[in-house]
């Protein structure tokens, strides 16, 4: 899998950009605040339909204009598909696959797989859950639409029931519909704890060699899903909690509040690992994505590297480009350094200036 070629139009300081990419490795260098990295926000966007960055679709429309075009041209099977992405500031987008038009976005998730790593990505240990739960959940909707459906009815249901939960303080006699809302956060909520519970098993047999090698067989990894409730005590737990979550107007229990402890030579890296470590486990994790991609779907994603390998070490910097020698990469930096010149085959490389792009070579 790889992609052929983008075209934006009005997105983010783009007015008209058609960029075509080498197979294997692509850099974009230039200063801060050209737009290296809304080429990989783009590209990000026809694969999952939603920004990397968490931006909203009116955020993403170049300055002054109502609406914003992306096109990707991938190979998938030795054959080119099209995606089609059309932002617009005031309505719902436009998604079209070979130019047939996609009325769900989940409909079109994982036609274009990719895995994006940037300096925030490094952080994703020491910071909150939120963080650990966002990349649980890229990964297993990428792999898994029905995951994918699941989680979305899962939040709508959500959001239905922590509504009613605040109008039951007007309403007290609404309480009765709360059950109704009730069997079906358990429905959805327990086959995804059951998803996360299968996906952390095989990201454990892929990580550890991965950090073993990271780190000269000197540490191991251990990957624990951390249950806020087992899927078996999900209802029971609901009913429990029910006097708390009104008093509080929110749901004290389910996925939504899972976790994931990483650990190295039993040590809780959130806790209690150095900035060193913690970043040699977010990188594991990274590199355990790509890996998990490949097996689970025989194809090879596209590697969005963003500004990440300036803030690695030498080491870590050696073992990445390793581990990502033969996928498609598309590389931001801010310039030509000797670690990308010597470590790493350049197959083309651009120039990004104001949002003006040129080719240097390749």
């Known amino acids: ?155 709508k249901v959500l959001e239905q029931r922590t509504q009613l939960l605040k109008d039951l303080y007007n309403n007290p006699d609404l309480e009765n519909t709360l059950e109704i809302w009730d069997e079906q956060l358990v429905n959805y909520g327990s086959q995804i704890i059951e998803s996360r519970e299968e996906f952390v098993e095989k990201l454990n047999e892929i990580t550890k060699p991965i950090h073993s090698d990271i780190t000269a067989g000197k540490e191991s990894l251990e990957i624990i899903y951390e249950k806020s409730v087992s899927k078996d005590d999900f209802a029971r737990t609901l009913k429990e909690n029910r006097e708390r979550d009104k008093r509080f107007c929110q749901t004290h229990a389910g996925p939504h509040r899972d976790d994931l402890c990483v650990k190295s030579m039993g040590t809780d890296m959130r806790k209690y690992g150095s900035q060193g470590q913690q970043r040699t486990s977010a990188l594991s994790l990274k590199l355990a994505e790509i890996e998990l991609i490949k097996i689970q779907t025989s194809e090879e994603p596209v590697l969005l590297l963003d500004d990440v390998l300036s803030e690695l070490d030498s080491q870590r910097q050696e073992l990445l480009l390793k581990y990502i020698n033969n996928i498609q990469t598309l590389i931001t930096c801010t310039g030509m350094d000797d670690f990308v010149k010597n470590r790493v085959p350049v197959d083309r490389i651009y120039e990004v200036t104001e949002g003006r792009i040129k080719r240097v070579t390749g």
């Not at 054959?79 to 038009?101: F, M, Q, S, W, Y």
């Not at 994006?116 to 909150?128: A, H, M």
């Open 1 to 155: 899998m790889n992609i052929k070629s983008l075209t934006l139009r009005d997105f983010r300081n783009y007015e008209d950009l058609e960029i075509e990419f080498d197979r294997n490795t692509n850099i974009l260098f230039g200063n801060n605040g050209q737009g290296k990295t809304n080429i990989l926000e783009a590209v990000y966007l026809a694969a999952t339909t939603t920004s990397h960055r968490g931006s909203k679709d009116r955020e993403m429309i170049r300055f002054g204009c109502d609406e914003s075009h992306i096109r990707a041209v991938i190979e998938k099977d030795s054959r080119e598909h099209e995606i089609d992405i059309h932002l617009k500031k005031n309505k719902t987008k436009g998604i079209a696959v070979d130019k047939v038009p996609v009325k769900k976005a989940s409909d079109m998730y994982g036609t274009l797989k990719v895995v994006v790593f940037s300096p925030e990505d490094l952080s994703i240990i020491k910071n909150g859950p939120a963080e650990r739960r966002r990349f649980l959940n890229t990964e297993l909707c990428q792999l898994d639409r029905i995951y994918l459906h699941r989680l979305g009815m899962y939040n």
